[in-house]
């Protein structure tokens, strides 16, 4: 199923509205559309303990696995920036933790998604396997 670009990105932005990010301001969300028509969003939920942080990403991976999800990910939508401007700067990609976090997932399923990532002067559009060319899956491990 295709996912509608602005559906994930409204998903994403709705994300973002539940961000704890007390430390940076910098609210993140997140939505992963599946090729079953399925939706799963999450939002950055920062730590005293800066290293313990999570992003969007992972939390919605997480999520979505928690759920019984093993592949299938066909699109990504981001959306972040300061509380309150969330989407009024520059794209914002996934880290490079995310970017592995997702393609595991992508991966299961044999796919390549989509990430679109909102920014003031539009969308930006990029296959996972372009974030993360070489990528180290399952299929690594033997």
């Given amino acids: 199923m295709n996912h509608s670009r602005d559906t994930l990105i409204a998903a994403a932005r709705a994300a973002a509205g539940a961000a ?10 997140a939505a992963l559309g599946f090729a079953d028509g399925s939706v799963v969003a999450g939002a950055n939920v920062e730590n ?6 999570l992003c969007a990403e992972t939390v919605a991976v997480a999520r ?7 592949g299938g990910l ?3 939508a981001l ?14 990609t996934p880290c490079g933790r995310c970017r592995q976090v997702l393609s595991e997932l992508a991966q299961l ?12 002067d539009g969308v ?3 296959k996972l396997s372009t974030l993360l060319p070489h990528a180290f899956g399952p299929a690594s491990l033997g």
């Fill in 64 to 70: 979505a696995m928690n759920d019984g999800a093993r």
């Fill in 124 to 126: 930006l559009e990029v």
């Fill in 74 to 76: 066909v699109a990504v």
């Fill in 20 to 29: 704890y990010a007390p430390y940076s301001q910098f609210h993140v969300g």
């Fill in 79 to 92: 959306v972040g920036g300061p509380a309150g401007k969330v989407g009024a700067g520059d794209p914002v």
């Fill in 48 to 53: 005293a303990s800066y290293g313990l942080t």
């Fill in 109 to 120: 399923g044999g796919t390549d998604p989509v990430v679109w990532s909102e920014g003031v």
